[in-house]
């Protein structure tokens, strides 16, 4: 079992900045891929960003070059730097890792989502 706990969720103003943290915990050999999604109101859950482990990253049309992914292996952490926010961002923001674990099985996991609102 993986727990991610999420953090760094807020109000801002459109142009600022915010940076969520996502911090996986439990029973596993390794997390292959940590990645972001969002959910604003009245919309399907749709992917940011992706950061597979020694793999290069992976953004959304809609936040690339604003947006930074960045992982600490060590800490089993993920960042997502959010810059030149709008009012589009605005949604409910998910962590989500694919790990592995016991006889090489995978599993993906999600975080409890942390809200991010940015006001015009």
């Known amino acids: 079992q993986v727990q991610l706990v999420e953090s760094g969720g807020g109000l801002v103003q459109a142009g600022g900045s915010l940076r969520l943290s996502c911090v996986a915990s439990?029973?596993?050999?390794?997390?292959?891929?940590m990645a972001w999604y969002r959910q604003a109101r009245a919309k399907q859950r749709e992917l940011v960003a992706t950061?597979?482990?020694?793999?290069?990253?992976n953004y959304a049309d809609s936040v690339k070059g604003r947006f930074t992914i960045s992982r600490d292996n060590a800490k089993n952490t993920v960042y997502l730097e959010m810059n030149s926010l709008k009012p589009e961002d605005t949604a409910v923001y998910y962590c989500?890792?694919?790990?592995?674990?016991?006889?090489?099985?995978?599993?993906?996991?999600w975080g409890q989502g942390t809200q991010v609102t940015v006001s015009s």
């Open positions: 989500n890792a694919h790990t592995t674990g016991d006889w090489g099985l995978q599993y993906n996991y």
């Open positions: 439990g029973s596993f050999f390794s997390i292959n891929v």
């Open positions: 950061m597979p482990s020694g793999g290069s990253t």
